[in-house]
Nanobody
């Protein structure tokens, strides 16, 4: 059973960086594609980035391409999201998710973490 726990969120100034982590205590996430999605207040959950099971393919939303980097360590059962040059519109709860499909839609993911808050001040 996949059990995802995110960490690393916090408050950062615009232009700053944060690194989010997502650990799977169930140790089965290596069998799944992994994604990061975010949800800002009053908005729908939106896709940020995904990585396939082996880590060789990634898929970024246009809004974060070139500034965010996803990676995974299947030995540690952990996925990372390095975020640089953060903008205030990145403020949201960031969710880690695992799914059978390597996709951009929330429906592509079967397991979700509880989320971690990222706040970018201007």
């Amino acid at each position: 059973q996949v059990q995802l726990v995110e960490s690393g969120g916090g408050l950062v100034q615009a232009g700053g960086s944060l690194r989010l982590s997502c650990a799977d205590s169930g140790r089965t996430a290596r069998s799944y594609a992994m994604g990061w999605l975010r949800q800002a207040p009053g908005k729908e959950r939106e896709f940020v980035v995904a990585i396939n099971r082996g880590g060789g393919s990634t898929y970024y939303s246009d809004s974060v391409l070139g500034r965010f980097t996803i990676s995974r360590d299947n030995v540690k059962n952990t996925v990372y999201l390095q975020m640089k040059s953060l903008k205030p519109d990145a403020t949201a709860v960031y969710y880690c998710a695992a799914g059978r499909r390597f996709g951009r839609y929330p429906s592509d993911y079967d397991y979700w973490g509880q989320g971690t808050q990222v706040t970018v001040s201007s």
